[in-house]
């Protein structure tokens, strides 16, 4: 591949990625793009959680999702990407997995 071609294609997926980014930040965020990371640490914390084993992982999934249902619930949003309907069967579906990751660790 040459330089010009490798270029144009670095470019263009930065510019999806930077799009996409700034799309999902409505839905996750407010002014500050990393308030979800800061408000899920914080819960994360409360909870002892650290990402010692799968289920710890799997539960800060559910905090992440959580997170944005209550943030676009909270603030009136209307979600840009997935549905409050599809944010809840999320939490739903990585609950049901850290279940299965604390029966798999017995």
Do not use: W
């Amino acid at each position: 591949m040459i330089r010009k071609t490798f270029e144009e294609l670095v470019n263009k997926l930065v510019d999806e990625s930077l799009e996409l980014s700034s799309s999902k930040a409505h839905d996750y965020a407010s002014e500050d793009v990393l308030a979800n990371f800061k408000r899920v640490a914080k819960i994360g914390s409360l909870y002892k959680i650290t990402f010692e084993s799968p289920y710890e992982y799997a539960l800060f999934m559910v905090l992440m999702k959580l997170d944005r249902l209550q943030n676009l619930l909270k603030q009136n949003k209307q979600p840009k990407n997935e549905s409050l309907k599809d944010t809840i069967q999320d939490s739903f579906n990585y609950l049901m997995l850290m279940y299965a990751c604390l029966e798999d660790g017995k």
